[in-house]
C-alpha cells in the first residue's frame, strides 16, 4: 500500500446504527434535545445509564447516533468562544481568531480526538492459511495523538512485533495503522496507550506474543514547562512469547534499531 497516512476524512465515518432509509422520529439525533439540554448532558446521561466509563481515551461511540457530532462540534466551538473571551482576545476585530472557536471545535471532534467518537475500524481477519509463525514487525507507524494532561501534541512512532500461532487470525498490514490511529486520536498518557493497543491486537489476533515500542515528543515538555526540546518518551509492552523469551525480544529490538 503506497498511503502510510489515512486521510483523517475516510475515518470520519459516523456509524450507521440501522439500514433504514427513514429514520423514526425517534431515532433522530439530539441536537439540543428536548428542554435545551445541551447534547454533552444528553450523551453522558445515556453513559451514566450505562454505568459505562468515559474518560479521556475512552471510546463512546455507541452511545451517540448519527448526526450527533455534528451538534457537538457546534456546542464545543460555543464553549471554545467563551474560553477566548476569557483569554481577552478581541475575536471580533482580529479577523485571524474570528473562526479559531469552530476550527478549534471541528478539530478537536472530527480530528485529533476522533477516536473517541467513531466506531472501531473494521478489521477483515483472515485465517493463517500458510500457518505463519514468524516474527513480524509492522512499523513505523505515525502517531499523532495528545497528552491528557495538558491536551499538548504528541508525536511518535510506533513499532509492533507479532509472532502469529498457527491458529491466529491475522489481519492486513494496513489495519494495524488504523487501529493505532483510533486508538491515538483520543487525548492519552503514552503508557496507557500501548498497553490498550496491545489489549486489542491479543482479543484481535489471538497471537502467541506481541509487542509494542513507541518513541514519542511530547510537546508538553517542549512548547511549556522544562522547555526541553529534546526530551522523548519511550516505553514498551511485551506480551506473552516476547516476555518469556529473551531471545525473541532481543530479535525484535534488534530489528526495531536497523530502522
Ligand atoms: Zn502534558
Given amino acids: 500500500m503506497p498511503t ?27 441536537k439540543k434535545s428536548d428542554a435545551g439540554t445541551p447534547l454533552s448532558v444528553v450523551i453522558r446521561r445515556r453513559i451514566e445509564a ?44 482580529d479577523h485571524n481568531t474570528k473562526n479559531t472557536s469552530q476550527r478549534v471545535a471541528k478539530m478537536f471532534v ?26 513480524m514487525i509492522i ?32 489481519i492486513g498490514l494496513s489495519k494495524y495503522s488504523r487501529l493505532t490511529e483510533w486508538v491515538m486520536c483520543r487525548p492519552q ?14 482479543k484481535k489476533i489471538k497471537p502467541i506474543g506481541v509487542a509494542i515500542v513507541m518513541d514519542a515528543d511530547h510537546f508538553c515538555m517542549q512548547w511549556r514547562g522544562v522547555k526541553d526540546r529534546d526530551s522523548k518518551m519511550v516505553n514498551s509492552v511485551m506480551r506473552g512469547a516476547f516476555l518469556k523469551d529473551s531471545n525473541l525480544r532481543r530479535e525484535f529490538l534488534s530489528l526495531l534499531e536497523k530502522r
Avoid at 468562544?81 to 476569557?86: T, W
Wanted: with cysteine; proline share 6%; net charge neutral.
Fill in 4 to 30: 502510510k497516512k489515512i486521510p483523517a476524512k475516510t475515518v470520519v465515518k459516523t456509524p450507521v446504527k440501522k439500514a433504514s432509509s427513514v429514520k423514526p422520529a425517534n431515532k433522530v439525533a439530539a
Fill in 189 to 202: 498518557i503514552q503508557e496507557e496507550a500501548v498497553v490498550e493497543l496491545a489489549d486489542m491486537l491479543e
Fill in 139 to 170: 512499523g513505523p507507524i505515525t502517531v499523532r495523538s495528545a497528552c491528557s494532561h495538558h491536551l499538548c501534541p504528541i508525536m511518535g512512532r510506533i513499532w509492533i512485533g507479532v509472532l502469529p500461532s498457527k491458529e491466529s487470525a491475522l
Fill in 110 to 135: 472530527k480530528e485529533v480526538f476522533n477516536g473517541r467518537y467513531i466506531e472501531q475500524p473494521t478489521l477483515t481477519k483472515f485465517p493463517n492459511v500458510s500457518r505463519l509463525n514468524e516474527l
Fill in 50 to 93: 450505562q454505568k459505562a466509563r468515559f474518560h479521556a481515551n475512552d471510546n463512546i461511540s455507541k452511545f451517540i447516533q448519527p448526526g450527533e457530532l455534528e451538534g457537538l462540534v457546534d456546542e464545543v466551538a460555543e464553549k471554545m468562544q467563551a474560553v477566548l473571551e476569557s483569554l481577552v482576545i478581541d475575536t471580533e476585530s
